[in-house]
């Protein structure tokens, strides 16, 4: 066997700073409306958005179907898409028809409609859980969920994976370092202590998850059911099912957080694969980049809802805000559901994601780089490390952000886009095989530099 090929530091930073260097001469607008938007702080509405690997922002000038298009006229070829907000390309026609249809007739109004009512039956025939309920993020809905769960048990704890994010949810921050289970450092303002509260265990570890829900106290597993968020841990074989049963031998609600995993297939990952959770979320991407997500339960978690929700006393439920399920929202998953996230996008989506996935490996065995691809349906990662994680300790040591970023930016200079935070690519319904071979090629001759 070949000896895998090691990539040398000081090239590494050498084609940093040629990068840096041209992504600055190649975006001169962007750099002048970032370095002048001074209403901001730092200058972005947004911190996150500082988080590209590029010394500044693309500023957007606007973004269609699998491109987006910068201030300085480059085209991008868009393996980001707003980090799964705008999974089925951007402004597919039925939902920019739709909104505008809509824009006329009032946007929040508190009430339901009759596209509702028609999207309620909607997400019980894609999703296979039969009652629903929107929030505005799936952040929101995450916490409501937690909310829901421990009032039907009366338990105080829950269950998250290490290295699992289901985002800004107090509850999910802890992590486990050296196997001990600590608060997140990097919180800002963080003055509860989550752990008496919060059970971290390792992913695909049965005798921790067993010995944890033993126990009868804890509330709801909250998880993807693959891990998408540190890089991508796939399930051991049964893992799942064993989750699954442990939760029901427990009285434990499973929740399985489908924003991500939305992209696995058609009704998400539960729906392809099962098993089928108590309770699932899903965000982002169901409004097509219009702020809404939902969550959705089974028959008999519905009528335990019920019952709660009749019982408790007159007062705030600390579940919902006002924007909750306005009309603008309610519009875009009715056009999101009833005409772009379809079967015939998913075939699309899985057959490009196929391409994109033998390339990628011809790209590594060609340069014999001790690297992986990870797949699980229109979800692709490349990662720098020979052997895919099984939990989220491993997942965490394969990452190398100094190399991860050089080759975010080198793609990025050559008109390719991928989500900031992974090594992530996300196949739309409508992106082109011709996309994915430019991502190839510039990924093949960053590479070849890299190792020269
Ligand atoms: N759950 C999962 C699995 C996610 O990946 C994210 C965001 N990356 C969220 C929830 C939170 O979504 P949002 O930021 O839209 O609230």
Not at 95 to 108: F, I, K
Not at 319 to 342: E, F, K, P
Not at 382 to 396: I, K, L, Q, Y
Request: proline fraction near 5%; glycine fraction near 10%.
């Amino acid at each position: 066997l070949a000896r895998p090929a090691v990539i040398d530091p000081n090239i590494l930073s050498a084609l940093r700073a040629r990068e840096v260097a041209r992504f600055i001469a190649a975006n001169p607008k962007s750099k002048s409306c970032f370095d002048n938007s001074n209403g901001w702080f730092q200058h972005v509405p947004f911190h996150w958005m500082l988080d590209w690997p590029s010394p500044f922002p693309i500023v957007a000038a606007s973004a269609q179907g699998a491109t987006l298009t910068g201030l300085d006229g480059q085209i991008f070829d868009d393996f980001c898409l707003g980090d799964t907000a705008s999974m089925f390309g951007h402004s597919p026609s039925a939902l920019a028809v739709a909104l505008a249809e809509q824009a006329g007739h009032g946007l929040s109004y508190m009430l339901p409609t009759t596209k509702g009512a028609e999207l309620g039956d909607m997400l019980a025939g894609m999703f296979g859980l039969p009652n629903w309920q929107v929030t505005t993020t799936a952040s929101e809905a995450n916490r409501a969920v937690i909310r829901w769960c421990r009032g039907l048990t009366g338990r105080s704890k829950i269950l998250i994976f290490n290295g699992c994010y289901h985002g800004a949810v107090d509850d999910v921050f802890v992590d486990l370092r050296d196997g001990v289970a600590a608060n997140r450092p990097s919180l800002i303002g963080q003055v509860q202590d989550l752990l008496p509260t919060t059970v971290a265990i390792e992913f695909n570890d049965v005798a921790a998850l067993e010995s944890a829900l033993r126990g009868g106290d804890i509330a709801c597993v909250l998880a993807e059911p693959v891990m998408t968020n540190i890089g991508m841990v796939r399930d051991a074989p049964g893992y799942l099912e064993t989750l699954r049963r442990l939760c029901s031998e427990t009285g434990t609600l499973l929740v399985f957080d489908e924003t991500h995993t939305i992209s696995s297939g058609f009704g998400g990952h539960s729906n392809r694969y099962g098993p089928m959770p108590d309770v699932m979320v899903i965000g982002k991407s169901i409004g097509g980049g219009v702020p809404c997500a939902v969550y959705g339960f089974s028959a008999e978690i519905s009528v335990r809802m019920e019952a709660l929700n009749k019982a408790r006393p007159a007062g705030h439920s600390g579940i919902g805000t006002t924007l909750s399920a306005n009309a603008l929202a309610i519009t875009a998953m009715h056009a999101m559901l009833g005409q772009v996230i379809t079967r015939e996008a998913y075939d699309h989506m899985l057959a490009m994601a196929d391409s994109l996935v033998l390339g990628l490996n011809k790209v590594i065995e060609t340069h014999r780089l001790p690297w992986h691809v990870s797949h699980v349906g229109a979800r692709v990662e490349f990662v720098c490390a020979p052997r895919p994680p099984a939990n989220g300790t491993e997942a965490r040591a394969a990452m190398d952000h100094s190399l991860e970023s050089m080759v975010h930016l080198y793609l990025t200079n050559r008109g390719i886009l991928l989500a900031p935070f992974h090594n992530m690519m996300l196949l739309s319904p409508v992106t082109q095989e011709a996309q994915i071979d430019r991502l190839l090629q510039a990924l093949d001759s960053c590479v070849g530099e890299l190792l020269e």
